[in-house]
């Protein structure tokens, strides 16, 4: 489980930008609502420490357990539909102690390190562009996937789907299969709108169906695209430098002005335009991709293909994340709700991420020449 590693292995980039991530966020969600300020620092603290400590395991631990993880993830999103809170006729969430804690955010993680083992036996088999590895990995995604839809999260939903295509690509999908999977989808993907649209549809929500008509038909969904527009206007307002944090009841502001709902979480990058402008969000976008570019690099030095899929799988997980609620604060996709790694209120999901990242810190410290 424990090894004996080398210091100067320890990839001290992805470990600092992470942990200045995180020491930000608590600023930043300070100036969103300050109620949340002393949780989401005890949960940088606790984020902290786990990432040490995973770091330190040898992540071929975890890759023998894969079994007992997918049973994991599986009780987890079962239990939360049987026992979970309901929120706005969503059930995401338990209550434990005070604390909120949401299984589908862990079940990211979790499906990366069970997807990572299952993989590379696919890889050993040359099964991974074979009829047999196919329908494995598709009953094995389609199930936890289907019990997250179920709650209702449809953004965690295609986050993980296409988490895990991007894996099973780089785990050596043949391109064959791939040009004949998007000659199934594209056609797939038109008939899914048309059927959308009808009033007896039985599929989405209609919640759901009105943010992805409000994208397509902005004009015709005015409040629908209310928390997007207004997400936008604080983005803009920031111009160059931002107002700064906390800048007072003098100067206006969308987040004194309550304008975003729960601006904490999903449309934190609202606050982190507004407060540093355009200069600082494109630092923080740099920072993430930094996060993203060193996790692929740590993929590529790795000593097996178990070690590659896990640091691959960590970067598609984050770069995608990210895109999406960046996406979704800029209002170039539509309006979903997805935590922005590192940055957002949400201690399952600080550290859910900083598990992954000690996974990753530690295929770090057993490069390929070992």
Known sequence: MFKRYKLRDFNFIIFIAVTALMVLGVFVINSADSSFTIKQAAGVTGAVIIMIVVSLVDYHFWLDLYMLVYVAILVMLLAVLMFGNTVNNATRWFTIGGLTFQPSELAKTLMIIFMASLMQKMIEEETVSRPKGLILFTVS????????FRQPDLSTTICMGVVMVLMLYLAGLSYKVIFITLLILIPAAGTFMWYIQRPDQKFLNQYQVDRILSFIYPSDYLDVNSQQANSV???????????????????????????????????????????????????VIAIILLIVLQCIRVSRRAKD????????????LFAIQSFINIGVATAVLPNTGIPLPFISYGLTSLLSSAIMIGVVLNVGMQPERY
Do not use: H, Y
């Open 305 to 316: 293909a178990g070690g590659m899929l896990l640091a691959g799988g960590a970067a598609c």
């Open 141 to 148: 995604i389609a199930i936890p996937m289907l019990l997250i």
């Open 233 to 283: 206007m604080a983005i803009g307002s920031g111009q160059l430098w931002g107002k700064g944090l906390n800048p007072g009841e003098d100067v206006v502001t969308v987040s004194n002005s309550r304008l975003i709902s729960e601006q904490q979480t999903d449309f934190i990058f609202s606050v982190i335009g507004e407060s540093f402008g355009f200069v600082g969000s494109v630092l």
